[in-house]
């Protein structure tokens, strides 16, 4: 392949150095477009000529250089594990020349790789890109009854040649991981950045001020509707940056909305007329399940009533029960269950990279304090001071509880409306549970002060 001038190269690296430097201030999403470009302009300096800036490249006996190329965007639909409710896409390329036809997906990962586990509460996942066959990688989505479909794109031979020269850059083990977010920089982002940084940029041009009715949260519940407990736990470990309307651009980070917002990109062919970014669309397999939904299920009404039953069979079995072990049994679970998760949020929220659960509001109902009320429960007899403490902690709780209720019905609330519903009927049962803790337990010490006689316990807290 011919080598263009050093002047010309020269002159097409300080463009797209320009162009990325641009727009490294768009937004925080620009930075995977930085690296893409970074990517290119390595391309240079390791001789790949990639054809940008230069036109078509012409081969030894007229052949254009990537006029045998045919790029593609696989699309496959959900599954049914949790990381499969979002789907996949990858990066097709068919060479006819060498008689290949290639997948580049940017989806891999490995529970056995090194500190899998630390890596991934610290929110510091480490995924990588990989080549796999085309039919191959059919004939197993097919198997697990994923919906597999292809976009051709209208892309000049020098911009097929770029995807070619980027994905072979990409796929070497000094390039190929990178540090996964669920949102901003994905399987689905890895895509759809690629393509835009051949095209100049002309994805993003067309969606990012496109303004959608949609946040992360609400693609997020809809995309895991049917899977009631990763549902409920994704909607109560999202934060405040998942609540903000997004834009199409933003939304691509779903595959399949990088394959409906391919459908309306125009973009330049070889002669300069505008045509469709994707040439035809074809289903190579359609899965025998229900259809994606494309809308949020609201569910705040059957919460609370769920939330009702629940209040109610925890203060049936608390004061009807005779004695105090129902009541500080029931007690005691609750708090614990509510100061793990809340434990589990504010760490989430502030020593880890999971930005999507910062600022979150759910730590009204749940939160560390629950448990310094399950540790002061088995010591309620101890004597007043005791008692005193325990009061004062779920009067604090159940408090924090009522006020994130009421903002969750303010403007300023977090649209995790089921979570708010749900738990406020059970936080003020558990708070009357623990009234009837204290309440026994001062029953008991009135027993024992009238009889002349006194647990050694409280004798000693008192002495």
Known sequence: MSRAPGRRLALARLALARLALARLALTRLALTRLALTVALLLGFHLGCSVALAQGDVSRPGGEVAGSELEVYVMTMGQGDLLWERFGHNALGIRDRAA?????YNWGTFSFEQADFLP??????MLYWMAPHDAAATLAAYESWNRSVTVQRLNLTPAQRDSVRRFVEWNQQDANKFYRYDYYLDNCSTRVRDALDAVLGGAIRRATDSLRTPMTYRDHSLRLMDGMFWSR?????????????????????????????????????????????LVASEEILFEATRAPERKDVPRLAGTAFLFGLAIAGVLLALGYRLPGRFAATTLAMVCSLVAGTFGLLLFLLWTVTQHGATHGNQNLFFVQPLWLAVFALVPFVRAGRTSRDRLLLLVRLCTGLALVGGVVALTPFGQPSGEIAAFAVPVIVAVYLLVLRVVYLAQQAAKAGSGSGSRPATVAAVRS
């Open 99 to 103: 008689g290949t036809d290639i997948v």
């Open 232 to 276: 409920t736990g994704i909607d109560l470990g999202l934060g405040a940056p998942t609540d903000r309307p997004i834009s199409a651009w933003e939304a691509m980070f779903i595959p399949m909305e990088v394959q409906r917002g391919l459908r309306s990109i125009r973009v330049p062919d070889s002669t300069g007329a505008l045509v469709p």
């Open 119 to 124: 890596r991934f509460l610290r929110g510091e």
